[in-house]
């Protein structure tokens, strides 16, 4: 049986009782969201791969298919997308369900604890369906005067956070997951989101190094329209007021 709902009650009760993010000082720009996570795991006695730089997901559990990704946030600050380094997101990774884990805390603490304000755990279907691409970045060489010089193609993907996608999950702490996905009985359902695929997706870009411009080719989506519904639970005891998909996600085609 899926551990994710398990893990977010955990977060959950530990942000209730106040466990705080504590980081090993200013410079610590990266991990102290992770570290806090992953004390909540080993509360679990759960077995897990230990994150590295380049990793992904950041933590890869070892008795159960699942990996969970980080993606701490200051707030007040970014909140609509995030960076994603390099991996686009997606809801299954080399046989893996994927989870995201978006913590905010404040951007401007007075000191090196400091508590998670809110929390979102979603499946990585939520943000992007494809779970086929594949990243790779490319280089050439011959660019210059001489023609010696190196250029490299290195993706960078900006996604959409669950704070700009779903409406009632600021200054809350919820759990996103595909519509039949089993759940512990002290979750409460507080909302249905349904996103559709779009008629045109991008299959390649190309970039003129003489007017800097950009151009991308579509071609028609095979699986357009298709709706992927998702559930929004909350933990027994927390407020219950509604997720919904946001209004111009829903506008969108």
């Known amino acids: ?41 080993e509360s679990m006695a759960l077995n897990y791969d230990s994150p590295g730089r380049n990793s992904y997901p950041d933590f890869r559990l070892v008795h159960d298919a699942e990996g969970f990704e980080l993606k701490g946030l200051a707030y007040p600050g970014r909140e609509v997308d995030y960076d994603c380094n390099s991996q686009v997101p997606c809801g299954e990774h080399n046989g893996r369900q994927v989870y995201y884990v978006f913590g905010r805390y404040p951007t401007d603490p007075d000191g090196n604890s400091y508590p998670v304000l809110d929390l979102v755990l979603c499946h990585g279907s939520f943000l992007n369906a494809d779970n086929t691409y594949v990243h790779k970045n490319k280089s050439f060489r011959g660019f210059g005067s001489y023609g010696d ?56 870009y190309s970039f003129d190094l003489r007017t800097n411009e950009i151009a991308t080719s579509h071609v028609p989506n095979p699986n357009a329209g298709r709706e992927h519904v998702f559930k929004a639970y909350r933990l027994a005891g927390d407020p219950s007021d509604p997720v919904s998909l946001s209004k111009q996600k829903k506008k969108r085609k």
């Open 1 to 41: 049986m899926s551990k994710v709902s398990t893990i977010f009650k955990t977060c959950v009760q530990a942000i209730q009782g106040g466990v705080l993010i504590e980081r090993e000082g200013r410079n610590d720009k990266e991990f102290h969201f992770q570290n806090w996570f992953k004390d909540r795991l």
């Open 149 to 204: 010089i190196l250029v490299r193609d290195r993706k960078m993907y900006v996604a959409p956070t669950p704070f700009a996608l779903a409406e009632g999950t600021a200054h809350r702490r919820t759990l996103i997951i595909p519509d039949g996905h089993e759940v512990d009985d002290d979750l409460v359902e507080v909302g249905t989101l349904v996103r559709r695929e779009v008629d045109e997706i991008v299959v390649a």
